[in-house]
């Protein structure tokens, strides 16, 4: 039982296309969060969300958009991709109070 | 801005050693997370804490709110806890990373 599974785990893909990240988390917690790993394993947070708020990165590309279908889901969509986005991108979830659970994460290669 | 800064960059250590990797901060925090990323990528949280020590196994973290610091302490390190550590600073509903300790624990 993964507690936050992130799909795929591999994403390769040619400049200017469109793609999405999945995101579940099945612990009943109400944040949820994207974080991208740069190339000098540097993190940075991109989103985070809750059932009541959406908090952005001013430095995070309109390009990028999270998508909460529900509680339990956070997907990522990257429009227009380019070549500086490759990173590997990690989902978290957490609960107020407790610490945090990440996801396996997606390594993106643009091309 | 808030600056976040971790030391040592890189650590190797031998088997059994006590290993300490500090963190301090710039800006006042809600609360300080140690992470722990292993070699194929994975990111654990170990603690979140916003003040006093907390202990968990053979991981002890520590912070002092006064000088905007703290420590994760490793007792008995053993190679498994080869990886690398973060800390990071959650401020409101910003999170600020540090660059991460690089640690080798040698057999």
């Known amino acids: 039982d993964t507690a936050v599974s992130q799909t795929p785990k591999y994403l390769v893909t040619q400049m200017g296309n469109d793609k999405s990240i999945k995101c579940e988390q099945n612990l009943g917690h109400d944040t949820m969060y994207w974080y991208k790993q740069d190339s000098k394993k540097f993190l940075k947070i991109m989103f985070s969300y809750n059932n009541k708020e959406l908090i952005i990165n001013e430095t995070v590309p309109n390009r990028f958009s999270p998508k909460s279908p529900d509680k339990a889901h956070l997907n990522l969509h990257i429009n227009s991709l380019e070549l500086g986005d490759s990173a590997v991108y990690f989902c978290?979830?957490?609960?107020?109070?407790?610490?945090?659970?990440f996801g396996s994460g997606t390594r993106l290669t643009v091309v | 801005k808030n600056e976040v800064e971790q030391s040592p960059q890189n650590l190797t250590a031998q088997e059994g050693e006590f290993i300490t990797i500090n963190c301090s901060y710039s800006?006042?925090?809600?609360?300080l997370h140690w992470l722990q990323q292993h070699p194929g990528g994975g990111i654990v949280s170990l603690f979140m804490l916003s003040s006093g020590k907390k202990k968990h196994g053979r991981l002890i973290a520590t912070i002092n709110i006064q000088e905007k610091h703290s420590s994760l302490h490793i007792t008995a390190s053993h190679p498994r806890d080869s990886a690398v550590y973060i800390c990071?600073?959650?401020?409101?509903?910003?999170?600020?990373f540090g660059t991460g300790t690089s640690l080798t624990v040698i057999p």
């Open positions: 978290a979830s957490s609960q107020e109070g407790s610490g945090y659970t």
């Open positions: 990071a600073d959650n401020t409101g509903n910003q999170f600020y």
């Open positions: 800006v006042g925090i809600s609360a």
